[in-house]
C-alpha cells in the first residue's frame, strides 16, 4: 500500500476521540494544536483532559461510544484499551464513510499520525505507515536535532516576501527563481550569521 501524504486544515472541524487515557490524551492534545473542534466519549478521563473539558476546549460525554456519536464527525480516533471497541469505532466508521484511525492497530486506520518536527509553522512528518512508530520517533529526534530553530522566524519572513512578489505582477518564472533564491540554504545561512552579529 502506498499512502497519499496530506496536511489537511481541521480548524473548525468535528474531530470524535473515543476514549480518554493518557494515549486519547495525546491525540486530542494534537487535535487542539490543529484547532479542530473536539468532542470526547470515554466513561473516565486523565486529569489533562477533563482540565480541558472544564475549560470548554473540548466536549466531554461520560460515558460509552455509540455508533450515532459519529454524526457529524469529520474524523475518528479510537483510541481505548479495548480492542473490542476500537474494532466497533472503525466499522461504524467504515459504513458511515468516515475517515478513523485506531490507535496501535494498522489495519483499522484510514490514516496514521507523523512523528512531526515543528519549526513555527513548518512541520517535517515522518510515517512508517503503521510498522515501527518507535522508528519515526528516532528519526524524529534526529531531525529534531539538526533543525535549527531559527526556521520558525525565516519562515515566517520568506511568506512576506512571497506575498509581496506576488503582488508586483511580475512574470511567473522570474517570480519562481527569485522565490527559490530567497529560500536557499545560502541566503538562511547569511541570515543566521546577521542575526548572530546582532546579539553579540
Not at 19 to 33: F, Q
Not at 45 to 60: F, H, R, Y
Not at 111 to 119: I, P, Q, T
Amino acid at each position: 500500500m502506498s499512502l497519499f501524504p496530506m496536511f489537511l486544515k481541521l480548524e473548525g472541524r468535528r474531530c470524535l476521540v473515543v476514549g480518554a487515557g493518557k494515549v486519547g490524551e495525546g491525540k486530542i492534545r494534537s487535535l487542539l494544536v490543529s484547532r479542530a473542534h473536539v468532542r470526547v466519549v470515554a466513561p473516565i478521563a486523565t486529569a489533562q483532559v477533563a482540565a480541558w473539558a472544564q475549560a470548554g476546549l473540548i466536549e466531554w460525554d461520560a460515558r460509552e461510544f455509540a455508533a450515532r456519536d459519529l454524526d457529524g464527525a469529520f474524523l475518528v480516533v479510537a483510541a481505548t484499551s479495548l480492542v473490542a471497541v476500537n474494532t466497533e469505532v472503525h466499522r461504524a466508521a467504515q459504513a458511515r464513510g468516515i475517515l478513523c484511525n485506531a490507535v496501535d492497530d494498522p489495519e483499522r486506520c484510514d490514516f496514521y499520525y507523523g512523528s512531526v518536527v515543528r519549526r513555527g509553522q513548518l512541520q517535517v512528518a515522518i510515517s512508517t505507515e503503521g510498522q515501527s512508530p518507535a522508528l519515526a520517533q528516532r528519526l524524529r529526534r534526529d531531525i529534531e536535532a539538526q533543525l535549527d530553530p531559527a526556521y520558525a522566524g525565516w519562515l515566517v519572513e520568506l511568506g512576506r516576501r512571497r506575498a509581496e512578489l506576488r503582488a508586483q505582477g511580475m512574470d511567473p518564472e522570474m517570480r519562481r527563481r527569485q522565490l527559490h533564491e530567497i529560500a536557499s540554504g545560502r541566503a538562511f545561512r547569511r541570515r543566521r550569521a546577521t542575526a548572530r552579529k546582532g546579539t553579540a
